[in-house]
């Protein structure tokens, strides 16, 4: 395994610039996540794009969602997920659950927990 040590200026750069939703400990992940990815003892700008650019489009019946996973978990995704649709459905578990093709008790587990 190579070791790492540093990120270069312009990788730097563009850390700083990115708007990080997360916490600390997002951007923690991320920079383990580079060490792991990387080739070289620097770790570059492409690296850093390359990753920050994992992002998945959902098409449901009604809309394009775009949601970003980097280092979230699986629960995390889902609760994101299930957001928007009740959202989108103005709370409406009934239709939420028939447009995400669950029960609505198997709703009522997911957001209560």
Do not use: C
């Not at 957001?83 to 239709?95: G, I, T």
């Amino acid at each position: 395994m190579i070791q790492v040590k540093s990120i270069s200026d312009e990788g730097l750069k563009y850390l700083n610039d990115y708007d990080w939703p997360g916490n600390v400990r997002e951007l923690e992940n991320f920079i383990k996540r580079l060490i792991v990815r990387s080739k070289r003892n620097i770790i570059s700008v492409e690296l850093i794009k390359e990753n920050l650019n994992q992002n998945f489009e959902i098409i449901d019946s009604k809309n394009l969602v775009s949601l970003n996973i980097n280092n979230k978990s699986l629960k995390e995704i889902e609760n994101e997920i299930i957001n928007y649709v009740l959202k989108d459905e103005n709370h409406n578990k009934k239709a939420a659950a028939e447009r995400l093709d669950i029960g609505r008790t198997t709703l009522w587990r997911k957001i209560t927990k």
